[in-house]
């Protein structure tokens, strides 16, 4: 069955270092969605992609976060400079074409980062 | 878009006993998804029911929706102690955004 990959698993930085996470959505999902969870939180949405175009970023940091999602298949999301509160789970999710909008997600592993 | 609140926020119960949770909307939806997450991994969806559904059977899960009382309820009959996770309710008014709650934490002792 088709996963959602993401890359590393987990990460240990130190603040104010630069910090990028990978994302392969399944194959021929068009939307995909970066969250943010904080320990004892539900998921919050950073960032929503459909193709190549950002349909949802307002919940980003804009002014240390960045997402990119050059050829409509995977993405990157970037920390820097990464500060302590930043240390969370951060979870990639896809959704298929032709679904009308927010159907079923599918979830990757997420990446854990601890910023000390 | 919104975000469903879920209820209660810890749920301890033993193995073979059934498991109810509870979650609250406030505005008219298209459908209500269900989602599990064991500790430290991603969201899995368990089931989505339409605003047009009352009840929803998947396995030992049963979902019930109330349009009127804009509240859903999951159920997990015979429970195991697999099924510790935590549940989040994510309802849809058919916008681009899904906001989850803080969810439910369920505890099954062997």
């Known amino acids: 069955e088709a996963e959602v990959a993401q890359s590393p698993r987990y990460k240990i930085t130190e603040k104010s270092q630069a910090v990028a996470f990978w994302c392969d959505p399944i194959s021929g999902h068009a939307t995909l969605y970066w969250y943010r969870q904080i320990l004892g939180q539900g998921p919050e949405l950073l960032v929503q992609?459909?193709?190549?175009?950002?349909?949802?970023d307002s919940q980003l940091p804009k002014d240390r976060f960045s997402a990119e999602r050059l050829k409509g298949v995977d993405s990157t999301l970037k920390i820097q400079p990464a500060e302590l509160g930043d240390s969370a789970m951060y979870l990639c999710?896809?959704?298929?074409?032709?679904?009308?909008?927010?159907?079923?997600?599918?979830f990757g592993p997420g990446t854990r980062l601890l910023v000390l | 878009s919104q975000q469903g609140e879920e209820d209660p926020q810890a749920l301890s119960i033993q193995e073979g006993e059934n498991a109810t949770m509870n979650c609250s909307y406030k505005t008219s939806i298209n459908n209500l998804q269900w989602y599990r997450q064991n500790s430290g991994r991603g969201l899995v969806h368990l089931i989505l029911i339409r605003s047009n559904e009352r009840e929803k059977h998947s396995g030992r899960l049963r979902v019930t929706l109330d349009t009127s009382k804009k509240s859903s309820s999951l159920l997990i009959t015979a429970s195991r102690a697999a099924d510790t996770a935590s549940y989040f309710c994510a309802p849809n008014t058919g916008g681009f955004k899904t906001i989850f709650g803080a969810g439910t934490r369920l505890f099954v002792k062997a």
């Open positions: 992609f459909q193709d190549e175009s950002v349909v949802d």
């Open positions: 999710a896809s959704s298929p074409r032709g679904e009308r909008k927010q159907e079923t997600q599918y």
